[in-house]
């Protein structure tokens, strides 16, 4: 073979490599729960060990018997200066934050989940449309819809509400196992600009979460 030959296979062989380069996306999963979703390579992680230290924490009745049900949780953000702290205050964030939970439901919640109690993961959304107050804030629902998966069924709720002046948006799936022993949740939100100005990735992240179960 000649040399000028050689060359221009090597060339082109670099420029293949180059074109495929790192990986556009990475996964968020539990293989042991069956549960996976994916997020964008530059997306930051905080870790189930961070999340963990946090809410071992808190000091609210009953946080240390819901944590002890935790079976896994993970969160990624599009900025690293987001903090485990970060993931769960209700406060707006400026950046988008996508967290996922599975835990084992106590026996009371085995009785009383309803699709009304999984749309209230994060804000009591139910009681803002049936009896609103006049401390319900400004709120607006964009989307909800049931979703049946292989192993699990729920409901994913997507709304906005003003609190303190910002308005915030969440994307927000929960799905209750099909022998009803787990509640898989998986939030993504951040100010209603910021996710309006991030949809597409958003949309992408909330789609991808695939809830297999344990095989």
């Not at 406060?91 to 439901?105: D, G, N, Q, T």
């Not at 948006?169 to 509640?183: F, M, N, P």
Request: aromatic share 8%; net charge positive.
């Amino acid at each position: 073979m000649r040399k000028a030959n050689v060359v221009s296979m090597v060339i082109c062989l670099s420029i293949l490599l180059a074109a495929c380069g790192a990986p556009t996306q990475k996964y968020g999963a539990s293989k042991s729960e069956g549960v996976y979703f994916t997020v964008p390579n530059s997306w930051h992680e905080i870790t189930m060990k961070e999340l963990n230290a946090i809410e071992a924490q808190s000091k609210a009745v009953g946080a240390a018997e819901k944590l002890a049900l935790v079976k896994w949780q993970q969160a990624f953000t599009l900025d690293s200066s987001v903090k485990p702290k970060h993931v769960f205050s209700l406060l707006a964030p400026k950046v988008p934050i996508a967290f996922v939970r599975v835990r084992e439901l106590s026996p009371d919640e085995i009785d009383s989940v309803s699709y009304n109690s999984l749309r209230d993961i994060v804000e009591p959304v139910t009681d803002w449309v049936s009896n609103p107050t006049t401390s319900t804030p400004v709120f607006n629902i964009v989307d909800d819809f049931k979703v049946v998966q292989k192993s699990a069924r729920g409901i994913r709720t997507i709304y906005n509400f003003t609190s303190k002046g910002v308005s915030q948006t969440i994307d927000q799936t929960a799905l209750v196992s099909s022998d009803r022993q787990k509640i898989y949740v998986f939030v993504i939100r951040c100010t209603t600009t910021c996710y309006n100005k991030n949809i597409k990735t958003i949309s992408r992240i909330a789609d991808s979460f695939t809830v297999r179960g344990v095989k």
